[in-house]
């Protein structure tokens, strides 16, 4: 068993999935992956499954009964990761957005580094994201310096969803009061490990859109991740804020 897991969420990712694990285990560092599949219609956990039988030891499969959401399905394979012996627990999307290549930057700055979660950041060095249109560009860069500026944080992609925790990150934090289930998913653990005062890096990165299948993001998930940031920041000022 690898020392690292890679998470990655699915809902009708049959497309690129077969492609993405081949690509993560093609790497010079062994990685296991975990794939949460929200019961796609298109049926990615039978491609998982199948793959599973030539990677016995390093691919596994959850299962859930329907569309939960992103954070749930990332809080089920943490709690996961956290009953097996994983120090290095990743965030990654099944799309190709983010570059399996990246695995070993992310795990390094973690194990060798010492921090205690590496982000892969977009905005880090300017804007490293490819295919997206303008639009969308300036709503994440506008989300994120926004987040930035209510929560104090010292982190330029407070949207990420590209992340490695070292184990002691996910033990510290109570899994079951996560608030958020869609993309302020992403800034909720980032607060709340900034909050707790583990060591945070941003690795650049490149983010190339989906070429392949469709994309999950809607204006609910905006909508929580606008309003939800400032609720949350309020709550850790007049409330005792759980962690």
Same mark, same amino acid.
């Given at each position: 068993m690898?020392?690292?897991?890679?998470?990655?969420?699915?809902?009708?990712?049959?497309e690129?999935?077969?492609?993405?694990i081949r690509?993560?285990?093609?790497?010079?560092?062994?990685?296991?992956?975990?794939v949460?599949?929200?019961?796609?219609?298109?049926h990615?956990?039978?491609?998982?499954?199948?793959?599973?039988?030539?990677?016995?030891?390093?691919?596994?499969?959850?299962?859930r009964?329907?569309?939960?959401?992103l954070?749930?399905?990332?809080?089920?394979?943490?709690k996961?990761?956290?009953?097996r012996?994983?120090e290095?627990?990743?965030?990654?999307d099944?799309?190709?957005?983010?570059?399996?290549?990246?695995?070993?930057?992310l795990?390094?700055?973690c194990?060798?580094q010492?921090?205690d979660m590496?982000?892969?950041?977009?905005?880090?060095?300017?804007?490293?994201?490819?295919?997206?249109?303008? +639009?969308?560009?300036?709503?994440?860069?506008?989300?994120? &310096?926004?987040?930035? =500026?209510? #929560?104090?944080?010292d /982190?330029?992609?407070?949207?990420?969803?590209?992340?490695?925790?070292?184990?002691?990150?996910l033990?510290r934090?109570?899994?079951?009061?996560?608030?958020?289930?869609?993309?302020?998913?992403?800034i909720e653990?980032?607060?709340?490990?900034?909050?707790?005062?583990f060591?945070?890096?941003?690795v650049?990165?490149?983010?190339?859109d989906?070429?392949?299948?469709?994309?999950?993001?809607?204006?609910?998930i905006? +909508?929580?991740?606008?309003?939800?940031?400032l609720?949350? &920041?309020?709550?850790? =000022?007049? #409330?005792k804020?759980? /962690?």
């Amino acid at each position: 068993m690898s020392d690292a897991l890679v998470i990655i969420p699915t809902y009708n990712e049959i497309e690129n999935i077969e492609r993405l694990i081949r690509n993560i285990f093609s790497l010079q560092r062994e990685f296991d992956v975990l794939v949460i599949d929200d019961n796609s219609p298109d049926h990615t956990a039978l491609v998982v499954k199948s793959l599973s039988e030539q990677f016995p030891e390093r691919l596994f499969l959850e299962q859930r009964k329907g569309k939960l959401g992103l954070g749930t399905a990332y809080i089920h394979g943490f709690k996961w990761a956290l009953e097996r012996d994983y120090e290095y627990i990743f965030e990654m999307d099944a799309d190709f957005s983010h570059n399996p290549n990246d695995l070993i930057r992310l795990y390094n700055a973690c194990s060798r580094q010492e921090y205690d979660m590496a982000i892969g950041s977009r905005y880090k060095t300017g804007v490293n994201v490819v295919n997206w249109p303008m +639009s969308r560009v300036l709503l994440s860069w506008l989300a994120s &310096k926004y987040v930035r =500026l209510i #929560t104090g944080m010292d /982190i330029y992609d407070t949207t990420a969803g590209f992340v490695c925790y070292r184990r002691a990150v996910l033990e510290r934090i109570h899994l079951d009061k996560v608030q958020f289930v869609g993309y302020a998913f992403q800034i909720e653990m980032k607060f709340k490990t900034y909050l707790s005062k583990f060591k945070i890096v941003e690795v650049p990165v490149i983010f190339t859109d989906r070429t392949k299948g469709e994309s999950k993001m809607s204006g609910g998930i905006i +909508s929580e991740a606008i309003f939800g940031v400032l609720t949350m &920041k309020l709550r850790s =000022l007049f #409330t005792k804020y759980e /962690i």
